[in-house]
């Protein structure tokens, strides 16, 4: 049974409502219908159904509306914050039910140009104006609709002081002017002003918007997802260049001699763009058969305007290059049902008329030294090793049908080897 105007619902309840009723605070769509949220009284005016809970309204952000928030978290895609005021709503500082205080920002929704990490253009408890985007089922919100929106407030990570705008270098928009630190944050118009917005406020511009990072930047970005202040070096930042204290070292795994600066780079690799066949450098080695791409690549992959030709391209690169890597890969056989009385030379002998051979090995009991019946043989050839199984299988050798195929170690299975009873 659905509840109507005048009914006290709890959440979950049913509640009836026409198409000319629209669904307001404490009330949600569902495909079941509409159903509420919160416990409370249900009241209708000008056409709007919502939930009234005694003696105050629910404080619920809503999609579209404008929030000041606190970075509570920091993740490799998205910046977490907890929302503290509903700007432009009464009393929307009180609190806020605790399903609906936090909102996601992905990296995507910072501002027009390409962030690889969310702590590239944000920090813990920097304070920030976003717009919320989606309700249900978690809340997203977004700081590049308008120059409003984006960080109002910061501090320094290493000393804790007010950070000052700067335009004194491209890409580092805020300095400190206690230490050594600079940074960029997507900033707002209000940056440093308050949370009122000034008329023709210029802060916004130097988020560089839809310009590519300046070299000297572009070696402090996240681009592997990660970020130091994410690692448990975030205890111990003394600026942009630190040396790691050894307790910190020990935990990464790290020894002691090799400490290292936090400006240093990692290791690059030389590669070729799998899409557009450009020199490339990646801070990883390159597993053959997977996507490597260019920052202009990847740039189009994220936005959606690569082109169905240039992925179909890009697909049988990466075909070919898989099939190269199995080949010379080689494979490994697994031969069951072997006469007690063959040796390996009598199996190199046989399988190495299909091609060349990395090894031949006959399993044998460890106290008497025997043979168990069955061998292993690498060949430095799939296509050999193939070949192999398909003319050797259940063909008789040393008065016995041996039965040849490929081991489960071979492919990278669990390696559990198949046991064969002798007959």
């Given at each position: 049974?659905?509840?109507s105007?005048?009914?006290?619902?709890?959440?979950?309840?049913?509640?009836?409502?026409?198409?000319?009723?629209?669904?307001?605070?404490?009330?949600?769509h569902?495909?079941?219908?509409?159903?509420?949220?919160?416990?409370?009284?249900?009241?209708?005016?000008?056409g709007?159904?919502?939930?009234?809970?005694?003696?105050?309204?629910?404080?619920?952000?809503?999609?579209?509306?404008?929030?000041?928030?606190?970075?509570?978290?920091?993740?490799?895609?998205?910046?977490?914050?907890?929302?503290?005021?509903?700007?432009?709503?009464?009393?929307?500082?009180?609190?806020?039910?605790?399903?609906?205080?936090?909102?996601?920002?992905?990296?995507?929704e910072?501002?027009?140009?390409?962030?690889?990490?969310?702590?590239?253009?944000?920090?813990?408890?920097d304070?920030v104006?976003?717009?919320?985007?989606?309700?249900?089922?978690?809340?997203?919100?977004?700081?590049?609709?308008?120059?409003?929106?984006?960080?109002?407030h910061?501090?320094?990570?290493p000393c804790?002081?007010?950070?000052?705008?700067?335009?004194?270098e491209?890409?580092?928009?805020?300095?400190?002017?206690?230490?050594?630190?600079?940074?960029?944050?997507?900033?707002?118009?209000s940056?440093?002003?308050?949370?009122?917005?000034?008329?023709?406020?210029?802060?916004?511009?130097l988020?560089?918007?839809g310009?590519?990072?300046?070299?000297?930047?572009?070696?402090?970005?996240?681009?592997?997802?990660?970020?130091?202040?994410?690692?448990?070096?975030?205890?111990?930042?003394?600026?942009?260049?630190?040396q790691?204290?050894?307790?910190?070292?020990?935990?990464?795994?790290?020894?002691?001699?090799?400490?290292?600066?936090?400006?240093?780079?990692?290791?690059?690799?030389?590669?070729?763009?799998?899409?557009?066949?450009?020199?490339?450098?990646?801070?990883?080695?390159?597993?053959?058969?997977?996507?490597?791409?260019?920052?202009?690549?990847?740039?189009?992959?994220?936005d959606?305007?690569?082109?169905?030709?240039?992925?179909?391209?890009?697909?049988?690169?990466?075909?070919?290059?898989?099939?190269?890597?199995?080949?010379?890969?080689?494979?490994?056989l697994?031969?069951?049902?072997?006469?007690?009385?063959?040796?390996?030379?009598?199996?190199?002998?046989?399988?190495?008329?299909?091609?060349?051979?990395?090894?031949?090995?006959?399993?044998?009991?460890?106290?008497?030294?025997?043979?168990?019946?069955?061998?292993?043989?690498?060949f430095?050839?799939?296509?050999?090793?193939?070949?192999?199984?398909?003319?050797?299988?259940?063909?008789?050798?040393?008065?016995?049908?041996?039965?040849?195929?490929?081991?489960?170690?071979?492919?990278?299975?669990?390696?559990n080897?198949?046991?064969?009873?002798?007959?």
């Amino acid at each position: 049974m659905s509840a109507s105007a005048g009914d006290f619902v709890t959440p979950g309840t049913r509640v009836l409502a026409d198409e000319n009723t629209s669904l307001g605070e404490g009330i949600i769509h569902t495909d079941s219908g509409p159903l509420a949220l919160l416990s409370g009284k249900l009241i209708v005016e000008d056409g709007v159904i919502s939930v009234e809970i005694p003696g105050s309204t629910a404080n619920l952000p809503k999609v579209g509306d404008v929030v000041i928030g606190q970075v509570n978290r920091l993740n490799a895609k998205t910046a977490e914050i907890r929302i503290l005021h509903i700007e432009g709503k009464e009393g929307g500082g009180r609190d806020i039910p605790a399903l609906k205080l936090f909102a996601d920002i992905y990296v995507t929704e910072f501002v027009d140009r390409y962030i690889p990490s969310a702590g590239d253009a944000m920090r813990s408890r920097d304070i920030v104006r976003a717009k919320i985007t989606q309700f249900e089922p978690m809340l997203k919100a977004s700081t590049k609709e308008d120059p409003s929106f984006g960080v109002i407030h910061a501090i320094c990570p290493p000393c804790g002081a007010i950070l000052q705008k700067s335009d004194a270098e491209p890409d580092f928009n805020v300095t400190c002017k206690r230490c050594d630190y600079k940074g960029y944050r997507v900033l707002s118009s209000s940056f440093g002003i308050g949370y009122s917005i000034p008329e023709n406020s210029d802060i916004d511009v130097l988020n560089r918007p839809g310009e590519r990072w300046s070299e000297q930047a572009e070696k402090n970005l996240g681009h592997d997802g990660a970020r130091p202040y994410l690692s448990p070096l975030a205890d111990f930042r003394r600026g942009v260049n630190h040396q790691i204290p050894s307790s910190v070292a020990r935990q990464l795994g790290r020894n002691k001699s090799n400490d290292r600066s936090r400006g240093q780079r990692r290791e690059m690799h030389k590669t070729t763009c799998t899409m557009c066949s450009t020199s490339t450098e990646v801070p990883f080695k390159p597993t053959p058969g997977k996507p490597i791409r260019c920052r202009d690549c990847m740039n189009k992959v994220n936005d959606g305007t690569a082109t169905k030709e240039e992925l179909s391209a890009e697909r049988q690169v990466l075909k070919a290059a898989r099939s190269e890597m199995l080949e010379s890969s080689g494979v490994k056989l697994f031969v069951g049902s072997i006469s007690w009385d063959a040796n390996e030379d009598d199996l190199r002998k046989l399988f190495s008329t299909f091609g060349e051979l990395k090894d031949v090995h006959i399993a044998k009991d460890r106290e008497t030294g025997k043979s168990r019946g069955f061998a292993f043989i690498n060949f430095s050839s799939l296509k050999d090793g193939q070949k192999a199984v398909k003319e050797l299988d259940g063909t008789e050798f040393h008065g016995r049908k041996i039965s040849v195929q490929e081991s489960n170690e071979s492919r990278g299975g669990s390696g559990n080897r198949r046991r064969h009873s002798r007959k």
